[in-house]
């Protein structure tokens, strides 16, 4: 939660029309959650831009309640469900998940190739549960440990109790933990 | 808000992978690494992105005069199109129909003009052979 004095710092922003410093400090978080979220960089692209487009169009309706990050984020994965909604791009997403997994990388910097290769295959498992998880703990799962949001601005953000947050936390990590565990067998 | 499925909270402790078994953090945070760094982009890109952005923000919304020069031809088409089913509604029925109405009453007139029904017809006829001898 943010401090009153945030809040109303926020507001004056939002409402004051410095809206370039305000896709500065956000772009990033926005692409790289609707990115993993759409699973088609151009998709993300176009995304992103509405998200902010329509940050502007309804900044009447900012009240502070929430930071300004947590509002944004909101009306990202408002757009990225409604975009995954949309059946005419169903079958393309198809086509793009299958080759998605094999092109996220574990991070480079080990020391032989054989961690480099088991880190690879941890990496690849951890995307495969979480790529079978429903759309809402998905979702809980990388704002959680993607973008490390506290579970009170996850439970703004997806419009839901925090118990609620913590139910679909506690299975998403069940299951991504259930197939680490496999895949160490 | 969705208030169903109640949490188990005495399963809380479970919501910190990071605190539990090494080997489940450790892949934890190769995956949040491998989420961010799929998302790395050139500065270029996120330059490109803020100035679209800003242009689309600043691009005037279209002014009445604008509106008016879509609208107006848009509704004289639809004017047309119901003018143009409207008088097609109204056309007269076609020469076939009249014909086959006057066939079906001379058909008629003709049956009223008859002695007897058409279902006695070979009964009449034998009846006119017997008066004839």
Known sequence: MTSAAEAEMQKRTIEGGDFDWIVLQNQKQIYRTLLFIVRNADAAEVLTQECF????????SFRGESSLATW????AINLAHDHLRNRRLAFWRRLMRTDRIETIQAPAAHRSAEHALINQELVSTVHSAVERLSPKQKTVFQLRFVEEMPLDAIAQVMDLEIGTVKTHLYRAIEAVRSACGKQAI | MERKDNPDHSKEPALDPEQGPGNFAESLRMFRESVRASAERPAFFWTRQRNTILARINKPAPS???????????????????????ENSKAPPPDLAAGSDQILLIEVERALNQDYPEALAPAAVFNDEIKKK
Request: charged share 25%; with cysteine.
């Open chain 1, 72 to 75: 944004l984020m909101r009306i």
């Open chain 2, 64 to 86: 009445a005069k604008f509106r008016a020069l879509v609208w107006a031809p848009a509704a004289l088409v639809v004017f047309l199109c119901l003018f143009l089913l409207v």
């Open chain 1, 53 to 60: 487009l329509r940050a502007f169009r309804k900044r009447d």
